[in-house]
């Protein structure tokens, strides 16, 4: 599973929101970019997946996404994570989608969000 895979998931995400007329959220494959861009926008991480290997010629990916919310009202975060989960659970086959708050630094504050699963055979 190659970084290739992120960058092309990446571009489905953003053409899901897009077409979902979503233009909050910003979607990366890079942490060290997150305390940027919280700085006005949602943000959407993409994780390297966990690989299984089912079979000699079949890998199994289980990707994670974590979405986060940088409106720290509760309602209008709700709104918000639910707007863009309703966005991305069909084009990404969602599986679970778990409130989990994100904190960008050890010390910081975490943000309201969500950790979206999806798993992948390749």
Do not use: H
């Amino acid at each position: 599973m190659s970084i290739e895979r992120g960058r092309e998931l990446r571009a489905e995400i953003e053409t899901a929101l897009v077409s979902a007329a979503i233009d909050d959220v910003e979607v990366t494959l890079d942490p060290s970019e997150l305390e940027s861009l919280v700085n006005g926008s949602n943000v959407l991480l993409i994780t390297p997946p966990d690989m299984e290997f089912p079979t000699y010629n079949a890998t199994k990916g289980e990707w994670e996404l974590q979405l986060i919310i940088t409106d720290r009202e509760v309602v209008p975060a709700w709104e918000s994570a639910s707007r863009i989960i309703d966005a991305l659970k069909d084009p990404l086959n969602l599986e679970k989608a778990r409130a989990t708050p994100f904190a960008i630094s050890s010390n910081g504050v975490p943000y309201p969000g969500y950790t979206l699963t999806f798993n992948e055979i390749f």
